[in-house]
């Protein structure tokens, strides 16, 4: 089967895109391949909290924004605070006081998910830094917390989306909007959903509220997950079989 693999740093991470399939080594894929690619650049330039000319950065220093995405992300970060009970929240507090709005825990996904539109019509994966969404049947591995260059499982996913959030590459970068303290409890949360968006959005969630997140992610429907306590423990919710 032809299959064809393009790589490029975006966002500061690796993002793939796999194409297979009739047409996935012809130009017209290739040009898919790159609006995916621009599409996620053009993301970064408006939701990048490291860029001092991004959209974001403007809004945090208070300064008028008008621009339909940024809108549209604000309405989003308020969908997924009500959602999830509060514990994913986009205002997050300043050491000195007061809070700034870093909708990065909803943005990638939702960039993600915008980009793999560019793919429509091809059997492809798009992984952004371990979160993905894919079109066909692709066999995707989870990794080990504790040893990131182990796997604990893998699953199939068909037409969906997969997100983790967690300790592993990034350290406790989670925080508890509740407390403000960083989350404690959870080395990993891993989410297979139809949205990446969401699996993105339930996943920090998840992470922020700790081991008592499974309860609560067994009631959305459509979405399953496998959570890793600090102890190396395994939860999982109903429809997901744990590794043996």
Same mark, same amino acid.
């Given at each position: 089967?032809?299959?064809? %693999?393009?790589?490029e740093q975006i966002m500061g991470l690796p993002v793939s895109v796999h194409v297979?399939?009739?047409?996935?080594?012809?130009?017209?894929?290739?040009?898919?391949?790159?609006?995916?690619? %621009? &599409?996620?650049?053009?993301?970064?330039?408006?939701?990048?909290?490291?860029?001092?000319?991004?959209?974001?950065?403007?809004?945090?220093?208070?300064?008028?924004?008008?621009?339909?995405?940024?809108?549209?992300?604000?309405?989003?970060?308020?969908?997924?605070?009500?959602?999830?009970?509060?514990?994913?929240?986009?205002?997050?507090?300043?050491?000195?006081?007061?809070?700034?709005?870093?909708?990065?825990?909803?943005?990638?996904?939702?960039?993600?998910?915008?980009?793999?539109?560019?793919? &429509?019509?091809?059997?492809?994966?798009?992984?952004? $830094? $371990?979160?993905?969404?894919?079109?066909?049947?692709?066999?995707?591995?989870?990794?080990?917390?504790?040893?990131?260059?182990?796997?604990?499982?893998?699953? &199939?996913?068909?037409?969906?989306?997969?997100?983790?959030?967690?300790?592993?590459?990034?350290?406790?970068?989670?925080?508890?909007?509740?407390?403000?303290?960083?989350?404690?409890?959870?080395?990993?949360?891993?989410?297979?959903?139809?949205?990446?968006?969401?699996?993105?959005?339930?996943?920090?969630?998840?992470?922020?509220?700790?081991?008592?997140?499974?309860?609560?992610?067994?009631?959305?429907?459509?979405?399953? %997950?496998?959570?890793?306590?600090?102890?190396?423990?395994?939860?999982?919710?109903?429809?997901?079989?744990?590794?043996?």
């Open positions: 089967m032809t299959r064809q %693999a393009f790589v297979r399939g009739p047409g996935a080594d012809s130009p017209a894929a290739a040009n898919a391949v790159a609006g995916a690619f %621009a &599409e996620l650049r053009a993301m970064d330039a408006v939701f990048s909290p490291y860029r001092p000319d991004s959209r974001l950065s403007a809004l945090n220093r208070g300064e008028p924004v008008v621009d339909p995405l940024v809108d549209a992300v604000l309405d989003l970060c308020e969908q997924a605070r009500q959602r999830t009970g509060g514990y994913f929240d986009a205002y997050l507090p300043e050491p000195g006081g007061g809070t700034r709005f870093d909708p990065s825990g909803l943005v990638k996904g939702w960039a993600v998910e915008r980009a793999a539109e560019h793919l &429509e019509g091809y059997a492809f994966y798009l992984n952004a $830094g $371990g979160d993905m969404t894919v079109r066909g049947s692709w066999r995707v591995g989870v990794e080990d917390p504790a040893q990131p260059d182990q796997l604990l499982t893998t699953i &199939e996913v068909v037409d969906g989306a997969v997100a983790t959030s967690g300790t592993a590459h990034r350290g406790a970068h989670i925080v508890d909007p509740h407390t403000g303290a960083p989350a404690r409890g959870l080395r990993s949360v891993t989410i297979i959903g139809p949205s990446l968006t969401w699996a993105d959005v339930y996943a920090t969630a998840a992470a922020a509220q700790g081991p008592p997140a499974v309860t609560w992610l067994a009631t959305l429907p459509g979405y399953e %997950a496998l959570l890793v306590g600090d102890d190396g423990a395994l939860l999982a919710t109903p429809g997901w079989s744990l590794p043996a």
